[in-house]
């Protein structure tokens, strides 16, 4: 060590002047799955080479989910919700009653993760188990802050009619139940997405399963990834109607503010799951009032966005047909995001297997662009 090494030190920046670097890691190339293939530019998503459109017809949530962990498709498969533990209920009884769904269920998946034996590499039974815990556990919060006491899962239930039943006390119609698992199977799994991404880094470590979800819950509450539907309700609700649509918009844009519910960092066409959304939300029997809102305002707002935007197709995202069949199930609109993390249990807990079936630490480089090496003043 010397007393002054600045005069003969390399510039901080040597050696990293020629590494390639994607902000937002955006075309980075950062892992192999055998999971879900998301076609971008043709606007496809397949599940283990299934197309989404067809698991949605002929699925359920929890044969989709098994497929993700196991690669077997067994459209029988079923998954009931698992009741609460009860250290987890007291967390939950102790939050305060405007706590956000998605911290809520956050926490009480850290919570269930404390009273699990989780070891290392995580295993199917563990995805299982929780991704039958956490509707559980989200629909008791949902209770607990409105003054109701929990309700037990009924095991003759599958999980989407098990975590609607928790929630309101009462058997939902067989196209409520249809509508939900819909919308859970598109929102199972969708490549290396940033909540996606989380849960592999924290699985790479050798952590547990429950603290990928955690990771991968807080990555999702973020309005750029899972809080678009809550705000494409508002969004709509602003705009009025459809003749007022155009002058929303263009003030919107104007501000610089994006329009919930459009654009994608990987489509570029329509994205597929958007489409069998619409298609679910067209047919549903309780379609909130302004569904055909909602179609005169993408019409409008995609021409807007192809006319700022000619060189970046901005198109439809999941979220904007999510809003509607989450509202016409009957969920709060402050449960959405939370609800989406539900269905993206299969995912995330599915890359946790695949993350630990070939694990290598997940530790980039960063290029360093700050001050020179220098002397701390005296
Ligand atoms: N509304 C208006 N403009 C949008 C837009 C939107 N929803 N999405 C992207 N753009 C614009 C950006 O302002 C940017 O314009 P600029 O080049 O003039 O600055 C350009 O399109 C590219 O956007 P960029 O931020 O590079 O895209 P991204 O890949 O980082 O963003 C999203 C992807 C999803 C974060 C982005 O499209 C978005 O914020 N959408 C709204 C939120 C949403 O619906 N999220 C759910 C995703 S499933």
Redesign the pocket.
Known sequence: MTDSPTAEAPTTTAGQASRPYSP?L?GVIAGETTLSYVDGANGRLLYRGYRIGDLVERGTYPAVANLLWTGDWDPAHRLPTAPVPSAVLTVLRAMPSDAKPMDALRTAVSAWGATQELPWPPTVEQARALTAFSPSALAAFARLRSGKEPIDPDPSLDLIAGYLYQLTGERAEEGTVRALDAYFIVGAEHGFNASTFTARVITSTRSDIASAVVGAIGTMKGP??GG?PTEVVDQLAQVGSAEHAEEWIRET?ARGE????????VYRAYDPRAAALRKVAEGMEHKPDWLKLATEVEDVALRV?AEK?PD?P?RT???YYAAPVLMGVGLSPDLFPATFSLARHAGWTAHALEQAANNRLIRPDVNYVGSEERDLPR
């Open positions: 937002g955006e750029l990834h678009a844009l994006r329009l919930m519910g459009f654009g994608h960092r966005l935007h970046r901005l995202n999941v979220e």
